[in-house]
Antibody
């Protein structure tokens, strides 16, 4: 059974940093692209970032480019999102999502339950 | 940027009725469109991919159609567990994924 478990969310001040983690199990982690997708309170879904199965290619939404860094450790079956220079508008539930195939531009067939990031002073 | 527009914003129906949800793209996305279902407090679930293919384990009452700029998600007969928010998503304009604003299907 595929499982994705996010952690690392919390309250952070504007300008601060936070690192999210997503522990994966139930599939060959290194064979699939992974993404982070966020949802602001009461709002819709916004794709944030994606990474190829090998970790060699990364992609970002314009709204986070230069501030967020996605990475993965295939030996630990874990996905990360390093978030720097956080802004109030980054407040959201952050979901880890598994790509349906190896290519990074595929749909998301499994999602974690999300971790809440609140940026506020 | 490809903008996805969903209509209606809210659809009020009774169990057993047919639901028809629309997603329109600002430019052609070919067939590279998916539909997700999200219930309150839960993560989204993939229903349909590449416009018309049901994801693993999705009941046959869910179907998708369309290509280019106009897409439809149809739920043939609403079950109580189908009342939720539905999002469309395109992957045509990589590296840019975009989601529509969602359609809420609620109980009439």
């Amino acid at each position: 059974e595929v499982q994705l478990v996010e952690s690392g969310g919390g309250l952070v001040q504007p300008g601060g940093s936070l690192r999210l983690s997503c522990a994966a199990s139930g599939f060959t982690f290194s064979s699939y692209a992974m993404s982070w997708v966020r949802q602001a309170p009461g709002k819709g879904l916004e794709w944030v970032s994606a990474i190829s199965g090998s970790g060699g290619s990364t992609y970002y939404a314009d709204s986070v480019k230069g501030r967020f860094t996605i990475s993965r450790d295939n030996s630990k079956n874990t996905l990360y999102l390093q978030m720097n220079s956080l802004r109030a508008e980054d407040t959201a539930v952050y979901y880890c999502a598994k790509g349906k195939a190896a290519r990074p531009n595929d749909y998301f067939d499994y999602w974690g339950q999300g971790t809440l990031v609140t940026v506020s002073s | 940027e490809i903008v996805l527009t969903q209509s209606p914003a809210t659809l009020s129906l009774s169990p057993g009725e047919r639901a028809t949800l629309s997603c329109r793209a600002s430019q052609s996305v070919s067939s590279y469109l998916a539909w997700y279902q999200q219930k309150p407090g839960q993560a989204p679930r993939l229903l349909i991919y590449d416009a018309s293919n049901r994801a693993t384990g999705i009941p046959a009452r869910f179907s998708g159609s369309g290509s280019g700029t106009d897409f439809t998600l149809t739920i043939s007969s609403l079950e109580p567990e189908d009342f939720a928010v539905y999002y469309c998503q395109q992957r045509s304009n990589w590296p840019e994924f975009t989601f529509g604003p969602g359609t809420k299907v609620d109980i009439k």
